[in-house]
């Protein structure tokens, strides 16, 4: 099982609900993981003072330190440690400089010049506009599949040139004064100028290269010339430790001093047990529905708008979730730069939804909706849901597909879909995946309207002009694209008590896996 860094969190089963359970299952679950064979036998809260061990769920034998293709937390943890980006987010995603010193537009909106900042990569050569330029166009090249490749196709590289050593000049196909947040994503890590390798990889982050197994452990070790300041530890490793009972064990018995992405049973063990540290991100992950508008039977958008007043979502949230998380509102990226304000909340009404049900002739009717153990809260969802939807007069069943098909599977497959969301930049998710005809547009929505408004704030240069055209194109979206976030869910990584300088931020930001940043007392 693998955890989208760009998309999709899973929130994993709960585990056993006792200490002595896990203790006793402990060694069978960290043998399976590869963990013990990975972390050496140093013992005592994660091994040595100075090394630094971080347990998450490995993707498996196809794994690469090449950051361009790094759609895992895992893989962000690692390109993090060994590289940098121009920009990074902020809590909310908005942006904030790293290599880049300063950026700055024109007055179209189509030419954005970057300085860098004095830095270096691990073999002592300078970050130059060279390697800035080469890095990007292997990002936004088709052949290489980053994840930011949809967004960076927007740069004109025909016409981007370096100006001087540490200063790039990037030429956009059309104005886009959100631009920033392209450069700040996961997938645009800056590499040397022609890199086709990366067995021995050389970056520019914290951390230099040690060894590194696809599936198994990865080492690093720290590098004292970085231009943020040394990290504060000697030695990274992150291991695998696929269960989520085998990073709590892991965690609880001093192998690893971070154990990522717990949820349900283990959140609540941890605690009651005490002894660990929860870092723990409120609507983190958006869960999400998506109806297919461009197909039947949600193409009447009666339909929608009855399954949107039909379900219970505080029901959900106490059920699906177990209560670790907040109901949604039909909208990506509640507390992010540029969700609307002032919003109501979509409140349940049976009788409305059951009047629209009628209306469009659909009494009776049965829908499938896609689901996987993906994420542990989609099949209880899905439960409820039908249970919910019989009081209007749908009937609903779930049709389960194996997890490591099913996010390819359902692209094209089905009417309705479970899925989800990590934190991103509000803007980037509406043009990746509610503009008419995006590439990951699930839903098929298309609306002129729509479209028309996000390309007005993407071209219009005023701050707080651009984020109202964004919150009027949203509250469009909301009713009509088919995407309906019927909840937020927690994000949750535990932390030895020894542990220091980590904090509670969401997956993406700046601060999330800043392991330089660590203390081991």
């Known amino acids: 099982m693998t955890t989208h860094a760009l998309g999709h969190r899973p929130v994993h089963r709960p585990g056993p609900g006792r200490r002595g359970v896990l203790a006793g299952g402990g060694a069978l679950a960290l043998a399976a993981s590869g963990l013990l064979a990975g972390c050496g036998a140093d013992g005592g809260d994660g091994g040595k003072s100075d090394r630094f061990r971080a347990a998450f769920t490995s993707g498996g034998s196809e794994e690469t330190l090449d950051p361009h293709v790094a759609p895992n937390f895992v893989d962000q943890a690692r390109a993090k440690a060994l590289y940098d980006t121009l920009g990074t987010y902020n809590d909310d995603m908005s942006v904030r400089p790293r290599l880049a010193e300063s950026w700055e537009s024109d007055a179209s909106g189509t030419r954005w010049r970057i300085r860098l900042r004095k830095a270096a990569f691990h073999d002592g050569k300078p970050v130059t506009a060279a390697d800035v330029l080469y890095s990007y166009r292997r990002a936004g090249g088709p052949a290489t599949g ?28 059309a104005p886009n004064f959100e631009f920033p947040t392209v450069f700040a994503g ?47 530890i000697a030695e990274l490793e992150i291991v695998p430790a696929n269960g989520e009972s085998a990073r709590l064990n892991a965690l609880l018995s001093g192998q690893v001093h971070y154990a990522a992405d717990m949820a349900g049973a283990s959140v609540d ?23 297919r508008t461009g197909r039947k039977p949600f193409d009447d958008p009666r339909l929608v708008r009855a399954v949107q007043l039909g379900i219970d979502r505080a029901a959900l949230v ?166 309906l976030v019927w909840a937020f869910s927690d994000a949750n990584d535990a932390i030895a008590p020894s542990v220091g300088g980590l904090r509670a931020t969401p997956p993406n930001s700046r601060d999330w896996a800043r392991f330089d940043r660590v203390r081991v007392s």
Do not use: C
Request: proline share 4%; hydrophobic share 40%.
């Open 318 to 483: 106490r059920i699906a979730l177990a209560g670790h998380g907040e109901v949604g509102n039909d909208l990506f990226g509640m507390g992010l730069r540029g969700y609307p304000q002032g919003l109501a909340p979509r409140v349940r009404d049976v009788g409305e939804a059951r009047r629209l049900v009628k209306e469009a002739g659909a009494e009776g009717l049965h829908i499938t909706v896609e689901t996987s153990s993906v994420d542990a809260a989609w099949e209880p969802a899905a439960d409820l849901m039908a249970r919910q939807l019989a009081g209007i007069g749908l009937k609903l069943s779930a049709n389960t597909r194996a997890a490591s098909t099913y996010f390819s599977e359902t692209r094209t497959q089905g009417v309705a879909a479970f899925n989800t969301t990590s934190t991103l930049p509000v803007s980037d998710f509406l043009e990746q995946r509610v503009r008419g005809g995006a590439a990951r547009n699930q839903t098929q929505y298309a609306s002129k309207r729509f479209d028309a408004l996000l390309e007005q704030a993407r071209t219009t240069r005023d701050e707080q002009a651009r984020l109202a055209l964004l919150a009027r194109a949203q509250k469009i979206a909301r009713d009509e694209s088919g995407l």
């Open 186 to 232: 996961p997938g645009t890590e800056i590499i040397p100028d022609g890199t086709t390798t990366f067995r021995k990889p050389v970056g520019s982050g914290p951390f230099t290269y040690v060894s590194f197994t696809p599936g198994g452990t990865a080492r690093y070790r720290r590098w004292a010339d970085h231009w943020d300041g040394a990290p504060h």
């Open 269 to 291: 063990q941890l605690k009651k047990e005490g002894s660990t540290r929860l870092l723990t991100v409120k609507r983190a992950t958006a869960q999400q529905l998506l109806l």
């Open 146 to 173: 980053s994840a930011s490749q949809v967004l960076l196709s927007a740069v004109d590289f025909t016409a981007t040139k370096a100006d001087g050593t540490r200063s790039v000049v990037f030429a956009l196909k």
